[in-house]
């Protein structure tokens, strides 16, 4: 490709900036003309879109958000969009794009690339619910905000002898759950991907516990599992212990990102261009161990997403 754009699609992430700094560069650096797009994919559809320099992603790698704004799309998401979509590019000269978001913004890509622009996905999102990398830009940054606000609210559960439901995010991926649970040592930890019984793995462990000594608990349960306050009311009744629920929210999407996501992110950036000035299109950017690679999109997005269920047993017998 000679001439690129560069989009953040979907829910933001920390560490998008970083990602999208380093298409900028890299492009800039091989020569190609680089597009800054805004809002996402409507960015292509409206013609909201301007060309880069190397100082327009200055002082943007330590900022949580994107600087290019970012939407979900409906209008994309129909024929007549991508055609649209298409034709920005053309009249503009640009064959190559570059997602960054989740797997709903991946689809769009593949179908850009349908049309005939060159396109590669970038994995950002904070909850890791992309099968076909270990590893999602934005959440090692959310990881660590989740653990330290439950550090904040264990301060007060201890004070007051009491149990706290906390709610991370994740609406179909437990991996915020499990990491922050093992993290903050949760009596129970609830996702999405593996069913519980309410007498079982939460008042029969608090019990457990409390017969050991243990006065204060948090439970940490997965968006995607809800029922929050239920569940509070539920662990105060039956257990006698006075029981608090907090939704940690959109806290976990902002915040300045963590090494890691900046650094994951500037080599996903750079091997994203690295692959359009191949003319290669259609491809995922993934993390394999400490590798980055790629997969042809319609792949990827077909891949089965795995939960690490030995983890999950690992935490159950740690936390007691
Ligand atoms: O995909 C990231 C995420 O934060 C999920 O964890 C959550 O379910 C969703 O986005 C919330 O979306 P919105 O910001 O549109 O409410």
Redesign the pocket.
Known sequence: AKSIAVLTS??DAPGMNAAVRAVVRSGLSFGMKVYGVMRGYNGLLNGDLHEMSMRSVSDIIQHGGTALFTARSPEFNTPEGVQKAAATCRNLGIDGVVVIG?DGSFRGARDLTGAGVLCIGIPG???NDIACTDYTIGYDTALNTAMEMIDRIRDTTESHDRCSVVEV???RCGDIALHTGIAVGAIATLVPEIPYDFQKDIVDRMKAAQATGKKHFIVVVA?GVGKTQEITERIQKETGIESRATILG?V??GGSPTLRDRVVASRMGYHAVELLQKSVGNRVVAMKGEQIVDFDITEALNMPRVFDENLYRISAKLSI
Request: proline share 0%; hydrophobic share 15%.
């Open positions: 979907g829910g989740g999102t904070i909850d995010m994740g609406r968006e959109h976990q999407r």
